[in-house]
Every structure is written in structure tokens, then in C-alpha cells.
């Protein structure tokens, strides 16, 4: 039986796509140390990701951008970001884990498991694959607006993050219905 573990990276911060991972492990090929990639350090993180898509029997990323969270909610978006996720794998699984206690409106046989990204090898694999890119997106958006300090906080809404934004503009990245921008760009 194929099963699919799905995991999402990204619901809270203020700018950037929320990202998901879908993952198929292969049984006669078992990654050891999988877990929560909150409770991994970054260089674990890193370590595993190349591991876990070399060993595993397929492996997608799915997104939602932030024009699509402004327009459906952040909740919505991720649920499709994991259908998107889902779909793109090579193989299509028997079954899906998802973390969380949502599932997507979607035809798979499926259950949602809460801190299933601690427990399940399948969502912890899509937590560290979902974790690492959309960490690396941050550093990338790092790299082209410094000022911001991306590398640090990720996008999430800290006191420094948001008095950087207070003084700066408000870039095309950031999602325009978090409260803390929409209340900047009335402001502005």
C-alpha cells in the first residue's frame, strides 16, 4: 500500500507562499532520525533533505502563493497548497497521512493525524522537505532585500520584522490580508 505522508510549512508568516510536501517512503529503505523538522535543528534539516528524496519512493511540493491566500484565506490555501502536493507525486498513494486535524476536499482515502509530524515517518519526511524550501525561499528573498532580514525571522510576524516594516515598503511577497500588513498598507 502507498502511502502518502503531507505537511505544511508557512501558515503564519507575513510574507511568502504557504509550502506543503508530500512524501511515499519506501520501507526496505528506512531514514533514520525523522521528526518534527520544528524540532530539528537546521543543519539536521538540511542533512536529511537530500536523504529523504533519494531514498524516498516519490516526493512533491505544493504551494499556495500570497495573492491566492489574500483571495482564500490561509486555511483554504494550505488545504490546497497539500492537494497540489499530492497531485504532483509520481506516484499516486493508496492512502494519505496529513497532519493537522483538516483534511482537503479531496477524493483520497485519507486521515488527518494531529502532531502527526512527531509520530508519522511519511509527515515528518514532508515536514523537513516543506521546512527546508520554503526556509531556502526565505533566504533567497534574503539575499535581494537585506533590509528586511528574511534569513532571521522567516517572515514570521517578530518585533524586529515588523519594526523593519513599519520603515520600509511593503513588497509584492507579503500577504495583504494578515492583519499586521493590512494595517501598514492603511497606514501607508
Not at 13 to 34: C, N, Q, S, Y
Not at 160 to 169: F, M
Amino acid at each position: 500500500m502507498m502511502i502518502a505522508g503531507v505537511d505544511e510549512v508557512g501558515r503564519g508568516p507575513l510574507v511568502g507562499d504557504v509550502v506543503t510536501a508530500a512524501v511515499i517512503l519506501d520501507p526496505a529503505r528506512p531514514i533514520l532520525e525523522l521528526n518534527d523538522s520544528k524540532k530539528l535543528s537546521e543543519k539536521k534539516r538540511e542533512a536529511l533533505f537530500p536523504i529523504i528524496q533519494e531514498r524516498a519512493l516519490a516526493w512533491s511540493v505544493g504551494r499556495a502563493t500570497p495573492a491566492e491566500i489574500d483571495d482564500i484565506n490561509i486555511l483554504q490555501a494550505t488545504l490546497l497548497a497539500m492537494t497540489r502536493a499530492v497531485q504532483g507525486l509520481a506516484i499516486q498513494p493508496d492512502f494519505v497521512q496529513v497532519d493537522g486535524n483538516r483534511l482537503p476536499a479531496w477524493s483520497y482515502a485519507a486521515e488527518a493525524i494531529v502532531k502527526g509530524d512527531g509520530s508519522v515517518a511519511c509527515i515528518s519526511a514532508a515536514s523537513i522537505i516543506a521546512k527546508v524550501v520554503r526556509d531556502r525561499e526565505m533566504l533567497a528573498l534574503d539575499k535581494i532585500y537585506p533590509e528586511y532580514g528574511f534569513a532571521k525571522h522567516k517572515g514570521y510576524p517578530t518585533k524586529a520584522h515588523l519594526e523593519c516594516l513599519a520603515n520600509l515598503p511593503i513588497l509584492p511577497n507579503y500577504r495583504r490580508s494578515f492583519k499586521p500588513v493590512a494595517k501598514l498598507l492603511q497606514a501607508k
